[in-house]
């Protein structure tokens, strides 16, 4: 691994089902994070870790849950999927407050 | 409320100069980030800027005023592959990234 890799790339789900996407990195970064971006629309946040053992809600929250067990995973899950949460998924990492976002590759995720 | 403004959309062409606006209100401020993003790709960092004044990087240069709440994107000598999404993301009092929509550029030959 080198960088930051989300799994599955693309999922279509049935409505009411569970999900978790999974998002590893392996630069030893302390903050992760996971943004949903949809057409028209910026990348809005939806939780976030700013270091291992710690997590908090982002802009869009709900139906959502996260956990930080360790530096290097942050998996994402959706309790019971709606359609509204059909999206394109970004989970990305940083070393600090004053420093860049590295990416993820993204998850495409449809509810139908 | 928090807001980041960009244009949805540029057309330039290629071997020409664009400039990409962004204008923020937010709640504090502590830097300004100008991203790329291909289709179908994840962003790629561009610039940061957290002083006024212009940054420049090759064929990428970003300005930043903080008493107008003001940045751009200036790219020089355009590529076709500089066809992507440009995303401004400002880093408010909390250290949390807040996104604007971003700019569509579409390069003609």
């Known amino acids: 691994i080198a960088g930051i890799t989300q799994a599955p790339t693309s999922q279509i789900l049935a409505a009411g089902r569970r999900m978790t996407l999974r998002c590893t990195q392996d630069?030893?970064?302390?903050?992760m994070y996971w943004y949903r971006q949809d057409l028209g629309l910026g990348l809005r946040l939806i939780h976030y870790?700013?270091?291992?053992?710690?997590?908090g809600k982002g802009e869009v929250p709900d139906g959502y849950s996260v956990s930080r067990a360790n530096t290097d995973d942050f998996p994402l899950t959706l309790a019971s999927a709606v359609p509204s949460q059909t999206s394109v998924y970004f989970c990305?990492?940083?070393?600090?407050?004053?420093?860049?976002?590295?990416f993820g590759q993204g998850t495409r995720l449809t509810v139908v | 409320g928090q807001n980041i403004d960009q244009p949805t959309e540029m057309t330039a062409t290629e071997g020409a100069i664009v400039q990409i606006n962004c204008t923020y209100q937010?709640?504090?401020?502590?830097?300004l980030f100008w991203y790329q993003q291909h289709a179908g790709e994840a962003p790629t960092f561009l610039s940061y800027?957290?002083l006024d004044g212009l940054e420049e990087k090759g064929r990428f240069s970003s300005f930043l005023s903080r008493s107008k709440g003001y940045s751009y994107l200036l790219l020089k000598e355009l590529q076709m592959k500089d066809s992507a999404s440009y995303l401004c993301?400002?880093?408010?009092?909390?250290?949390?990234?807040?996104w604007g929509a971003g700019t569509k550029l579409i390069i003609k030959p």
């Open positions: 937010t709640s504090g401020f502590n830097g």
């Open positions: 870790s700013n270091t291992a053992g710690t997590t």
């Open positions: 993301a400002v880093m408010d009092s909390n250290y949390q990234l807040i």
């Open positions: 990305a990492s940083r070393t600090g407050e004053n420093t860049e976002a590295f």
């Open positions: 630069m030893r970064h302390n903050a």
């Open positions: 800027n957290v």
